[in-house]
């Protein structure tokens, strides 16, 4: 009688590098802050989001993968919190979870979240361009630069909206980055944002995503809400490309 072995393929994320793009949504317009957190607080979004990234970064580090991510308030306590469970499973006690930032948004608030995450994620922090809001997308550039250049795998949830300066959304910036490095690429527009906007506003955005999905599968998980199929979808991917993505990321 066949061992299970052959019909399964076990689960090992290790070398793989996930860099995680998106945040809860804010609502459209310029509410004031009191109104953003009630906006958020129970929303679909919020539930959705948060339950994704947190099945899907316990999948990752249970596993043996990491999850690179640029510090978005609204993801970044549930990664920390989801570093602080799984790293001792990362290889030699090292953090699963590598956080990134820019020294153009550096203030004694910001430098004292750095240096208490360095307790349960790697941080770096990359260089400003110069002083001044002209130097904030181009200090971006060089952050996001950073991240792709790191990275195994790409995944987009949520997102902020831009309405004044279209141009400023990070998540289809950083997707476009992904796919001009050709890793695998996996677009969540089910859960809101300009996730979903990007997805239905560009019609052939599946093209040369580079993760082994059909065109069909592709759009199904842009569309699909269900944050425990979803995750467990990625995963799957992950670990079926994981010799060649490890590889990649070296």
């Not at 043996?64 to 790293?87: A, D, K, Y």
């Not at 040369?208 to 069909?216: A, C, D, Q, V």
């Amino acid at each position: 009688m066949e061992s299970s072995h052959e019909f399964f393929n076990p689960i090992n994320l290790r070398g793989v590098k996930v860099w995680l793009s998106g945040a809860i949504p804010e609502p459209k317009g310029k509410p004031d802050q009191e109104d953003t957190l009630e906006v958020w607080k129970g929303s679909e979004a919020e539930t959705g989001i948060l339950a994704f990234v947190q099945i899907f970064t316990a999948l990752v580090f249970k596993y043996g993968g990491e999850v690179i991510h640029g510090c978005h308030p609204s993801l970044t306590p549930i990664l920390l919190e989801q570093s602080r469970r799984f790293s001792k499973e990362a290889s030699e006690g090292q953090s699963p979870l590598h956080l990134f930032a820019s020294d153009f948004f550096s203030n004694d608030q910001s430098r004292k979240d750095w240096q208490r995450w360095r307790r349960l994620a790697s941080v770096e922090i990359t260089e400003k361009t110069g002083l001044g809001d002209e130097h904030r997308d181009t200090s971006l550039e060089v952050l996001r630069t950073t991240m792709a250049s790191k990275c195994s795998a790409f995944v987009a949830i949520g997102g902020k909206w831009w309405d004044d300066v279209p141009g400023r959304a990070g998540v289809p910036i950083e997707f476009e980055m992904a796919k001009q490095k050709q890793v695998p690429c996996f677009v969540l527009g089910g859960f809101g944002g300009i996730s979903s906007m990007y997805a239905k506003e560009n019609p052939s955005w599946f093209a040369n995503l580079h993760n082994k999905l059909s065109n069909e599968d592709n759009q199904f998980l842009a569309s699909n809400s269900s944050f425990n199929l979803v995750a467990g979808i990625i995963v799957s991917q992950l670990n079926q490309a994981k010799d060649q993505l490890s590889a990649e990321a070296q």
